[in-house]
């Protein structure tokens, strides 16, 4: 195809500025010395319908505020869905997608180039943290304008409460067959484009002869006090989730005492990563595995990390289709891409991300994702308690 289509990004005040994964709402990458907002505490809208009071919307509201986006207060004007087999034909029709992303900019949009190189069709990209996407998700309702279509996050419980508010769309994608039964909505709202593991990682340099943490409970040994690195729960649903599980298996006292250790909260695996890099701090707590690997072997960074022996918490990063996707078409073909083996490969190779496609490869460097001793969260339990949740785990980490 001669001079593809390129994909385009959220613009602000007629400039394209990339976005971070951070502290749950979108941060602008700024020069340095510029002044940066404070991040905003996520919304707790996901959380159980009693709560969503606070925007004074009920359920019944929500729903009718999507229908009046997606039928533009008239007659309903987008495209009519087609065959799967037409639908890329349809997709150019549409126009272009718009994905919300959680998953790190220079991946995302990796993914999105080549789902443009492909079939043409131009991805309008927004890119936070996955409790940003949460907050950004449901100020677009509250106001009656959804724009996405195509909407991923490592936050798991943001789709069990989008699915049961009607807010998810069921689409039998052709490539569920390939996925094991338990990482695919039975009602087909959504499927998984990558699952995280948590892991520990460290700077052999910077521990000074100090043996690396192997378990979770190791972080806690006085020995390691003033080198911890951590993200803080309050900003991200892969912090918030790892740490929630370690309450679960080992109670609040595990992180109370983590918290002792006068550890450096931050608010992006990124700035953890960094701190490990330089030697700043030698312990990561809970780094994604994909940033830890990514730093070994593409950034030739002294990063080691293991899978802690003890249990590894695994978040599947879901995604799905918007109900009342403005370009139902270009949604669906988007859906599928990211779930075909092509683009699985890619989370794999350029991201380092576990894909959970059963005739997915090894990841080099990496223990068989079958092999790992998982534990997953009840995301539905998560999701209600979101706040009460992030309050508690970030007030047990702050004991210094």
């Known amino acids: 195809m001669t001079n593809p289509t390129r994909p385009t990004y ?20 700024r020069p340095e010395g510029a002044n940066m907002p404070a991040p905003r505490p996520p919304l707790d809208f996901f959380g159980s319908i009693a709560r969503i009071h606070r925007w004074k919307l009920t359920l019944i509201g929500v729903v009718l505020a999507l229908v009046a986006t997606a039928c533009g207060g008239g007659g309903d004007s987008r495209p009519e869905v087609v065959a799967d087999s037409e639908l890329p034909s349809a997709a150019k029709t549409d126009g272009q997608v718009v994905w919300y ?15 443009t190189a492909k079939y043409g069709v131009p991805v309008d990209l927004f890119v936070t943290g996955s409790l940003g996407l949460q907050n950004k998700i449901a100020e677009e309702i509250k106001a009656n304008k959804l724009a996405a279509d195509v909407f991923h996050s490592s936050y798991p419980p943001s789709f069990v409460q989008l699915k049961s508010q009607g807010l998810l769309a069921s689409y039998d994608s052709p490539e569920y067959p390939a996925y094991p039964p338990e990482y695919v909505d039975p009602d087909k709202t959504y499927g998984t484009f990558r699952a995280t593991a948590v892991v520990i990682a460290y700077n052999p340099t910077a521990l000074d002869g100090r043996p690396a943490p192997k378990a979770w409970q190791d972080l806690a040994n006085p020995e390691y006090r003033g080198m911890i690195a951590a993200a803080d729960p ?28 006068q550890p450096q909260l931050v608010d992006s695996q990124s700035a953890e990563a960094n701190l490990i890099i330089t030697g700043e701090r ?5 780094m994604n595995d994909y ?16 899978y802690p022996e003890d249990h590894v918490t695994v978040v599947p990063g879901y995604v799905g289709i ?25 989370v794999q190779d350029k991201v380092g991300a576990y894909s959970t496609r059963k005739d997915a490869k090894p ?38």
């Open 363 to 400: 990841i080099e460097g990496r223990p068989a994702f079958s092999s790992l001793p998982v534990s997953q969260a009840n995301w539905e339990e998560v999701g209600q308690d979101t706040t009460e949740i992030q309050d508690k785990l970030s007030s047990l980490m702050h004991q210094s």
């Open 234 to 261: 309050k900003y991200g649903g892969t912090q918030l989730i790892a740490d929630h599980l370690l309450t679960q298996k080992y109670g609040d006292e595990i992180l109370r005492q983590i918290g002792a250790q």
């Open 322 to 346: 918007l109900e009342g996707a403005p370009h139902p078409n270009a949604a669906r073909l988007l859906q599928n891409f990211l779930l075909s083996a092509e683009a699985q490969q890619l």
């Open 291 to 306: 940033e830890a690997w990514a730093s070994k072997y593409n950034k030739k960074a002294p990063i080691e990390y293991v």
């Open 282 to 286: 030698a312990i990561g707590m809970d």
């Open 101 to 115: 992303s959680s998953l790190p900019e220079q991946y995302s949009k990796v993914i999105a180039d080549a789902f």
């Open 10 to 29: 959220i613009r602000r005040t007629g400039r394209i500025h990339n976005l971070i994964e951070a502290a749950g709402t979108a941060v602008l990458i």
